[in-house]
């Protein structure tokens, strides 16, 4: 592994603590609130877990891709959070669904709907520059 990618590889071990934390409270509110899930050890620890590592792997897959710094500071910094956003809707979904009992075809429309926003996303923002 070259310094370069040494480098985004701990930035972003550094930023996967908000991922964590976003884990840890979402799931919780939904482990928390609802039957559909049992509160054991490997729920209340695995479901974050899991969570965190696909989320700090996603990011620094992303960084070492497309070379973008992913910072709020910087004009790439739009896509952290565009991915933020992401990430919060999916856990508003899931607790719509497993907590309030919404069928799963709102799952469905939700990833439908972030594939075609973030289409219809990218083509705004490369006509803005």
């Known amino acids: 592994m070259n310094a370069e990618s040494r480098e985004v590889v701990s930035e972003e071990l550094w930023r996967s603590v908000v991922w964590i934390a976003v884990g840890l409270f979402g799931w919780s509110l939904i482990i928390s609130s609802t039957d559909r899930i049992d509160a054991t050890a490997l729920t209340a620890l695995g479901l974050p877990l899991a969570t965190w590592a696909v989320l ?53 429309v939700y990833v439908v709907g972030t594939v075609v926003g973030t289409l219809v996303w990218r083509e705004y923002i490369k006509r803005a520059v």
């Open 56 to 108: 700090t792997l996603s990011m620094i897959g992303i960084r070492l891709v497309t070379g973008m710094e992913l910072k709020v500071e910087t004009e790439s910094g739009r896509y952290l959070m565009w991915f933020l956003g992401l990430v919060v809707g999916a856990f508003v979904v899931l607790w719509l669904i497993l907590v309030r009992s919404q069928p799963w075809t709102l799952f469905v």
